[in-house]
T-cell receptor, first 110, second 114 residues
Framework: KNEVEQSPQNLTAQEGEFITINCSYS?????LHWLQQHPGGGIVSLFM???GKKKHGRLIATINIQEKHSSLHITASHPRDSAVYIC????????????FGEGTQLTVNP | NAGVTQTPKFRVLKTGQSMTLLCAQD?????MYWYRQDPGMGLRLIHYSVGEGTTAKGEVPDGYNVSRLKKQNFLLGLESAAPSQTSVYFC?????????????FGPGTRLTVL
């Protein structure tokens, strides 16, 4: 079993829909990251959080440390949000190193 | 600032050939990382460095070597390439203040070993 599990693996939505991507982890962490991988392959960091909630534009990330669970929400989705969204955790025992989930492929249709 | 750059962007090797991938960052970051990304798997850490002159093994280090002679550069070497090393390779860097910071990724190198 992977230490980081994402769901769903694939998600198709219509423009304007509210989207949720989930990430569960099985070990103690010091921080959790959400990243976006564009269709061209580039990877950018969206959020790094260790508690609570962060918001940037239409993106919201939440984490529940007790339940070992994080969600990434996209409000008013747009076709340009189509990408792979990756959850990664910094394990308490591994310093700065990240352990990655397999990613969620999001497609938003116009 | 260019951020994190990688050269080359694409490469095709024959089994047994060697090559070096170069990663450069201009953000004065202490930490640098090499990952590989394969279909159906998450990114996996090959080697990393916590400062100039230091390197450490990650999750999948076999068949690779690294060097960090200058703070801004992190080199990944394949001494004798194998088809199993066909992958997309990403370099990343991050700062360290009181704790780790966001990782900044390079554009990737697509390597095919025939």
């Amino acid at each position: 079993k992977n230490e980081v599990e994402q769901s769903p693996q694939n998600l198709t939505a219509q423009e304007g829909e509210f989207i949720t991507i989930n990430c569960s982890y099985s070990v103690g962490i010091s921080a959790l990251h959400w990243l976006q991988q564009h269709p061209g392959g580039g990877i950018v960091s969206l959020f790094m959080l260790s508690s609570g909630k962060k918001k940037h534009g239409r993106l919201i990330a939440t984490i529940n440390i007790q339940e070992k669970h994080s969600s990434l929400h996209i409000t008013a989705s747009h076709p340009r949000d189509s990408a792979v969204y990756i959850c990664a955790v910094e394990l308490r025992t591994s310093g700065s190193r990240l352990t990655f989930g397999e990613g969620t492929q999001l497609t938003v249709n116009p | 600032n260019a951020g994190v750059t990688q050269t080359p962007k694409f490469r095709v090797l024959k089994t047994g050939q060697s090559m070096t991938l170069l990663c450069a960052q201009d953000m004065n970051h202490e930490y640098m990382y090499w990952y590989r990304q394969d279909p159906g798997m998450g990114l996996r850490l090959i080697h990393y460095s916590v400062g100039e002159g230091t390197t450490a093994k990650g999750e999948v280090p076999d068949g690779y070597n690294v060097s960090r002679l200058k703070k801004q550069n992190f080199l990944l070497g394949l001494e004798s390439a194998a088809p199993s090393q066909t992958s997309v390779y990403f370099c990343a860097s991050s700062a360290w203040v009181t704790s780790t910071d966001t990782q900044y990724f390079g554009p990737g190198t697509r390597l095919t070993v025939l």
